[in-house]
């Protein structure tokens, strides 16, 4: 069956360091979405990406945050300069519409 | 962010009876409910879903139930197994678009 992977399952970082997380969404999909969840709250969303743009963001996707598909298959998320309260899960998703698949997250841990 | 409300953190049932667990919503531009499975350090996974212009929707042990007046719906599990237990995510959408999370349900099926 069909699977979203993710890498890496787990990256710390420096507070100011630069992380790219990177997701394979399922490959037929069109529709690619990045969402966090900082520990003890609600998953929430980041940003959609369709067509090679991103469709959507929400007001956490700050300019510290970008999103690009490279390859055609790879589909990153991009934090130029990490803070503390970036450290969360940071799970991707994929979608042919209207359901979502996710895959199993990074954990990101910001020192 | 109060749109999708879980308002039961945890719930605790008797292997072979039913679970139920409920969600609400308050904006009525949503028109496609899911429900995530997740376990801790994995992704959720999708369990079933209900388009707004169903009230019911079974899969399997899974059956979404949806009320529009009442802008609730609600996920029953029969028979529940210990294998089920996990948290549980209500999750909602509009047009497809990005999701929405309640909060979580802790369920704990006892054998």
């Known amino acids: 069956e069909p699977e979203v992977t993710q890498t890496p399952s787990h990256q710390v970082t420096q507070m100011g360091q630069e992380v790219i997380l990177r997701c394979v969404p399922i490959?037929?999909?069109?529709?690619f979405y990045w969402y966090r969840q900082i520990l003890g709250q609600k998953v929430e969303f980041l940003v959609s990406?369709?067509?090679?743009?991103?469709?959507?963001k929400s007001e956490i996707f700050d300019d510290q945050f970008s999103v690009e598909r490279p390859d055609g298959s790879n589909f990153t998320l991009k934090i130029r300069s990490t803070k503390l309260e970036d450290s969360a899960m940071y799970f991707c998703?994929?979608?042919?519409?209207?359901?979502?698949?996710f895959g199993p997250g990074t954990r990101l841990t910001v020192l | 962010d109060q749109q999708v409300k879980q308002n039961s953190p945890s719930l605790s049932v008797q292997e072979g009876r039913i679970s139920i667990l409920n969600c609400d919503y308050t904006n009525s531009m949503f028109d496609y409910f899911l429900w995530y499975k997740k376990y801790p350090a994995e992704g959720p996974t999708f369990l079933i879903s209900?388009?707004?212009?169903?009230d019911k929707n079974e899969d399997g042990r899974f059956t979404v139930f949806l009320n529009k007046s009442a802008k609730h719906l609600s996920l029953h599990i029969v028979p529940s197994q210990p294998g089920d237990s996990a948290v549980y995510f209500c999750?909602?959408?509009?047009?497809?678009?990005?999701?929405?999370f309640g909060a979580g349900t802790i369920l704990r099926v006892k054998s």
């Open positions: 990406f369709y067509n090679n743009e991103i469709s959507e």
């Open positions: 209900i388009s707004s212009i169903k």
């Open positions: 490959s037929n999909h069109l529709y």
């Open positions: 999750a909602a959408s509009q047009y497809g678009n990005k999701l929405v």
């Open positions: 998703a994929s979608s042919g519409a209207p359901l979502q698949f």
